[in-house]
Each structure stands twice: as structure tokens, then as C-alpha cells.
């Protein structure tokens, strides 16, 4: 079975930076830029000018979840 990124489900998942997202994919920080203005990635969360991105909504993008929506955002 794939891991998930964040913790397991029975704890809060901590939002992800973009760096999470480099090193977990593998890919640079411009490409998870345009992979969101394509609409094939979910957009980020800004909070208080911090950009952060749910991992349950990054789970569904890449299919590892059978949800029909993410659970952090219902």
C-alpha cells in the first residue's frame, strides 16, 4: 500500500509546503505552479500570506484516495 503524505489518518495531517511537495514528487517548485494554473493540482491555502496545500485534497489529485471528497474540506 502507497503512504499517504501528512500523518496517519487518525491524527491531524499538517498542511504541506511546497518544499513537501518538491521532494515528495520529485519535480521542481515551478511545476507544482503550473500544475495548478492547469487545474491538474489542487490550489493552495493562503493563510495569513502563507501558501499551504491540504494533503487530503493533494491525495485525491493523485488518485490515492477512494473519498469522494476531501475530509479536511468536506
Do not use: N, Y
Not at 489518518?9 to 511546497?18: G, K, M, Q, S, Y
Not at 518538491?22 to 493540482?41: C, K, M, N, P, Y
Not at 493533494?58 to 475530509?71: E, I
Request: charge should be neutral.
Amino acid at each position: 500500500m502507497e503512504e499517504e503524505i501528512g500523518l496517519a489518518a487518525d491524527h491531524v495531517r499538517p498542511l504541506l509546503t511546497i518544499r513537501d511537495l518538491t521532494l515528495h514528487f520529485s519535480v521542481d517548485e515551478t511545476t507544482i505552479r503550473r500544475w495548478v494554473r492547469q487545474g491538474a493540482f489542487p490550489a493552495p491555502s493562503r493563510i495569513g500570506g502563507v501558501v499551504r496545500w491540504c494533503p487530503g485534497c493533494v491525495d485525491l489529485a493523485v488518485g490515492k484516495s477512494a473519498r469522494p471528497q476531501c475530509a479536511e474540506h468536506g
